[in-house]
C-alpha cells in the first residue's frame, strides 16, 4: 500500500449491522473516496461498536454484514493501494485502550451524550458497552494519530468529547495523543428519512421498515417504490430555503449525487413540482447504484481477494496501533 508521512491522516468507520444506505454513502463513503489522494486513509468496520445493544445481532448475520460491509467500501471506491481497510475486532488495540481510557473518563461527561439517551429510552436493559461506547470511539480514533475525522452534523458531540478525553489524558500523562479535527462536509452530511424527512436515515430502521431509506444495495424497483412515496406535503416549492422538510431532503440528496450547485438545481426545477424531482432523483440514485452493485457482485465472490485485502489493512493498523499503546502504557507506568 502506499503511504505518505507527509500526508496528514483520517479516520473513519461504519458499523457493519443494520442497511448500509444512500445517506452513509453520500455522508461519509463518497467523501472518503474523494479525499483518498489527499490523505493518508484508515477505514474501519467498527463491529465491536455493533455489540452494544447485543439481543439484536447474532453472530452470524454479523458476521454475514462484516463481509458485506468490506466489499461496499471497495465497491464504492475505496481504493486498498491508498487507503488501510480492516475490522475493529481483528486489532486488539481497540479494546485494550478503551479500558484505559475509561479509568480518565468521566462518567459525567458520558450521561451527556445525547445519542445515548434516545436509544436506551428504547431499550428495557441498557448494557454497559452501549453507556460506553464513546470511550471506545475516541480510543478508535486517537489510537492512529489522527488529524481529522469525517463527521456528520450528529456526530460533533462525539468527536468533542474525544478531544476532551485526549485533552484529560494529556494533562495527567504528558503530550501522547494527538488532537484530532472534524472534517465536515458542506452539503449532503446528513440525508434524513424519506418516510419521516425530520429523523436522520438510520441503518436499523432502514433494514426492518420499508420505504425509509435506499440501502446501497436496493434494486432499481425498490429506489423508485421509496421515492415515489417519500413524505411531502401541499407545500410544492422547490427552492431549499423554502421546501417542506421531505422536499428538501430530496433536493440536498440530488444535491449531493449531482455535484450541481443549490442555484443550478433551483433554476432547473424551476417551473416544476416535485412529481418531477422525485422521477429525476430516481434516476440520479439508480445511476449512481448501477455500477456499486455490479462491483460489489464482483468482489462478494472472491472471498481470497476481499481477505487479502482486509488482512494487509489488519497488519498495517496493528503495527501504528501497538506503536501507540505501547507509547501510552508506558506513559501510565504500565511498563517496565
Known amino acids: 500500500m502506499e503511504t505518505n508521512l507527509k500526508k496528514k491522516r483520517v479516520f ?47 453472530p452470524d448475520y454479523l458476521r454475514r454484514k462484516v463481509k458485506e460491509a468490506a466489499a461496499l467500501y471497495l ?87 474525544t478531544r476532551d478525553i485526549a485533552q484529560r489524558f494529556n494533562h495527567m500523562y504528558g503530550e501522547v495523543f494527538k488532537i484530532p479535527e472534524e472534517l465536515m462536509r458542506k452539503s449532503g452530511a446528513r440525508i434524513m428519512g424519506f418516510d419521516d424527512p425530520e429523523s436522520k436515515m438510520s441503518k436499523s430502521i432502514g433494514e426492518v421498515k420499508k420505504r425509509h431509506s435506499i440501502g446501497l444495495l436496493d434494486p432499481p424497483d425498490t429506489v423508485k417504490d421509496t421515492i415515489m412515496k417519500a413524505t411531502t406535503d401541499s407545500n410544492r416549492e422547490l427552492r431549499f430555503e423554502y421546501a417542506s422538510p421531505g422536499v428538501k431532503n430530496m433536493l440536498v440528496l440530488y444535491e449531493a449525487l449531482t455535484g450541481k450547485s443549490r442555484e443550478e438545481i433551483e433554476k432547473h426545477f424551476e417551473n416544476s413540482n416535485y412529481g418531477t424531482l422525485k422521477k429525476e432523483l430516481i434516476d440520479v440514485v439508480v445511476e449512481t447504484l448501477k455500477p456499486i452493485q455490479a462491483r460489489f457482485e464482483e468482489i462478494i465472490r472472491e472471498e481470497t481477494y476481499l481477505n487479502n485485502i482486509l488482512k494487509e489493512g489488519r497488519e498495517r493498523a496493528t503495527e501504528i496501533a501497538g506503536d501507540t499503546l505501547d507509547i501510552v502504557k508506558r506513559s501510565m507506568g504500565l511498563s517496565l
Open 75 to 161: 465497491a464504492c471506491g475505496i481504493d486498498p493501494d491508498k487507503s488501510t481497510i480492516f475490522i475493529q475486532s481483528q486489532v486488539t488495540q481497540h479494546a485494550e485502550l478503551a479500558w484505559l481510557l475509561n479509568c480518565v473518563t468521566p462518567m459525567g461527561w458520558l450521561e451527556r451524550m445525547t445519542q445515548f439517551k434516545s436509544k436506551a429510552e428504547s431499550l428495557e436493559t441498557v448494557g454497559t458497552g452501549l453507556f460506553d461506547y464513546p470511550v471506545l470511539m475516541a480510543a478508535d480514533i486517537l489510537l492512529y494519530k489522527t488529524d481529522y475525522v469525517p463527521v456528520g452534523e450528529d456526530q460533533k458531540q462525539h468527536i468533542e468529547i
Open 12 to 58: 473513519s468507520g461504519i458499523q457493519p449491522t443494520g442497511q448500509i444506505h444512500i445517506g452513509n454513502y453520500v455522508g461519509a463513503l463518497s467523501l472518503w473516496v474523494e479525499n483518498q489522494d489527499q490523505y493518508d486513509n484508515i477505514f474501519c468496520i467498527v463491529d465491536l461498536h455493533s455489540l452494544t445493544i447485543p439481543e439484536k445481532v447474532k
